[in-house]
């Protein structure tokens, strides 16, 4: 029979102490999920079951929401947490192979930039599933063309301005019934270099995504078919298998793509920062205003300049299309700033609705997505 009286509260250490132990609880319990995880895992790899089922996770989804309304919990919080052991569970019967057919045979598979940090990222890939590795870089003894030879699949992960010149030195190692391929930004001119360089089957893939990332669940990678069908599929089952999600088109077509997606991003982002460090206002003085949308922005921008200058000077400069990216970027500024430096609300109104129109309905996704991200970070503020 407890001491306290009915109606007092506990001692504060008290409380806290159980909240510990029911937090050790939990972690108990997400342990003992995750042992079942890898039970679900062996049975659907035995069983050739894909990883990811759609309908059994918005069943998941839908009865933990339900009961944590009835149970007078935040739903939409709950409903977040799920989501994110749906996706742990997923990662992990991929690291177990659940995609893997029981019987596939190992491949040797070198990497050319082994030690470099994709090249560690495509190590733990291959690694996870099973395939032997040959790690090649500047610190190692074993050489490319010696690794090349000796492989199946030989992947280059090197910087952009080294590439060209790695495939021409490798290239010819590679076996006829081996597989070339590379990790780079651009693709045209790495697809064709790799196309002159062996006669072996050539793939072009581009990851989406940086070294730190911490999970590869959901991860999109293009992939850009150039020689030998078989093993073109071989690293699309290869990429699936692991949780990351597949693009296909051609070196062209990417390299297009990636003028907006990289060139005009990074340009952006780069005259976002480069103008906050000319303005002359120090960042500590603005922080105690700052919106959730500010602060999203200024993450962006000082991820970005937290990274190497020798990896998006490439990006951006070796695109055939850069010059249309930054001319049209240029125009912009010039028309939006003499519209706001008249005062014409009118102008301003066509070009926000001209703009407005171009997203159509993907705006009512983004209100959606960023105000997800905005909770986010107003969570850890």
């Given at each position: 029979?407890?001491?306290?009286p009915?109606?007092?509260?506990?001692?504060?250490?008290v409380?806290?102490?159980?909240?510990?132990?029911?937090?050790?609880?939990?972690?108990?319990?997400?342990?003992?999920?995750?042992?079942?995880?890898?039970?679900?895992?062996?049975?659907?790899?035995?069983?050739?079951?894909?990883?990811?089922?759609?309908?059994?996770?918005?069943?998941?989804?839908?009865?933990?929401h339900?009961?944590?309304?009835?149970?007078?919990?935040?739903?939409?919080?709950?409903?977040?947490?799920?989501?994110?052991?749906?996706?742990?569970?997923r990662?992990?019967?991929?690291?177990l192979?659940?995609?893997?057919?029981?019987?596939?045979?190992?491949?040797?598979?070198?990497?050319?930039?082994?030690?470099?940090?994709?090249?560690?990222?495509?190590?733990?890939?291959?690694?996870?599933?099973?395939?032997?590795?040959?790690?090649?870089?500047?610190?190692?003894?074993?050489?490319?063309?010696?690794?090349?030879?000796?492989?199946?699949?030989?992947?280059i992960?090197?910087?952009?301005?080294?590439?060209?010149?790695?495939?021409?030195?490798?290239?010819?190692?590679?076996?006829?019934?081996?597989?070339?391929?590379?990790?780079?930004?651009?693709?045209?001119?790495?697809?064709?270099?790799?196309?002159?360089?062996t006669?072996?089957?050539?793939v072009?893939?581009?990851?989406?995504?940086?070294?730190?990332?911490?999970?590869?669940q959901?991860?999109?990678?293009?992939?850009?078919?150039?020689?030998?069908?078989?093993?073109?599929?071989?690293?699309?089952?290869?990429?699936?298998?692991?949780?990351?999600?597949?693009?296909?088109?051609?070196p062209?077509?990417?390299d297009?793509?990636?003028?907006?997606?990289?060139?005009?991003?990074?340009?952006?982002?780069?005259?976002l920062?480069?103008?906050?460090?000319?303005?002359?206002?120090?960042?500590?003085?603005?922080?105690?205003?700052?919106?959730?949308?500010y602060?999203?922005?200024?993450?962006?921008?000082?991820?970005?300049?937290?990274?190497?200058?020798?990896?998006?000077?490439?990006?951006e400069?070796?695109?055939?299309?850069?010059?249309?990216?930054?001319?049209?970027?240029?125009?912009?500024?010039?028309?939006?700033?003499?519209?706001?430096?008249?005062?014409?609300?009118?102008?301003?109104?066509?070009?926000?609705?001209?703009?407005?129109?171009?997203?159509?309905?993907?705006?009512?996704?983004?209100?959606?997505?960023?105000?997800?991200?905005?909770?986010?970070?107003v969570?850890r503020?």
């Amino acid at each position: 029979m407890s001491d306290i009286p009915s109606g007092v509260p506990r001692p504060l250490a008290v409380v806290r102490a159980m909240i510990d132990a029911l937090d050790r609880d939990l972690l108990q319990i997400m342990a003992r999920r995750m042992a079942l995880v890898a039970e679900v895992a062996a049975f659907k790899r035995q069983h050739g079951i894909r990883i990811r089922d759609a309908q059994r996770e918005a069943d998941v989804l839908r009865d933990r929401h339900e009961r944590a309304l009835e149970l007078g919990l935040p739903a939409g919080e709950i409903e977040s947490i799920f989501r994110v052991l749906l996706r742990s569970s997923r990662d992990h019967q991929a690291a177990l192979r659940a995609e893997i057919p029981i019987d596939e045979s190992p491949r040797t598979v070198a990497i050319i930039g082994g030690h470099g940090k994709i090249g560690r990222l495509l190590a733990r890939l291959f690694g996870d599933l099973g395939h032997r590795l040959l790690l090649v870089d500047t610190d190692t003894t074993l050489r490319g063309a010696e690794a090349a030879a000796a492989a199946d699949v030989t992947v280059i992960s090197v910087p952009i301005d080294r590439t060209e010149a790695v495939i021409r030195e490798v290239g010819p190692h590679v076996r006829e019934d081996a597989l070339l391929m590379d990790v780079t930004s651009l693709k045209e001119a790495p697809v064709r270099a790799m196309l002159e360089a062996t006669r072996g089957s050539v793939v072009g893939t581009h990851p989406m995504f940086g070294p730190s990332v911490h999970t590869l669940q959901g991860q999109r990678v293009v992939l850009c078919r150039a020689r030998g069908e078989a093993w073109a599929d071989w690293v699309a089952h290869t990429l699936t298998a692991r949780g990351l999600v597949i693009t296909e088109t051609s070196p062209a077509q990417h390299d297009r793509a990636m003028a907006v997606v990289q060139v005009l991003t990074h340009f952006q982002t780069q005259v976002l920062g480069l103008t906050l460090a000319r303005l002359g206002i120090p960042l500590t003085e603005t922080m105690p205003f700052t919106s959730p949308a500010y602060l999203l922005e200024l993450y962006v921008a000082a991820r970005h300049f937290a990274q190497d200058p020798g990896l998006y000077g490439p990006i951006e400069m070796r695109n055939p299309r850069t010059g249309d990216v930054t001319t049209a970027f240029g125009g912009a500024v010039q028309e939006l700033a003499a519209v706001i430096g008249e005062g014409d609300q009118a102008a301003f109104t066509r070009l926000f609705e001209e703009v407005r129109a171009f997203f159509g309905d993907f705006t009512a996704e983004a209100l959606i997505q960023s105000s997800f991200l905005i909770d986010r970070i107003v969570e850890r503020s």
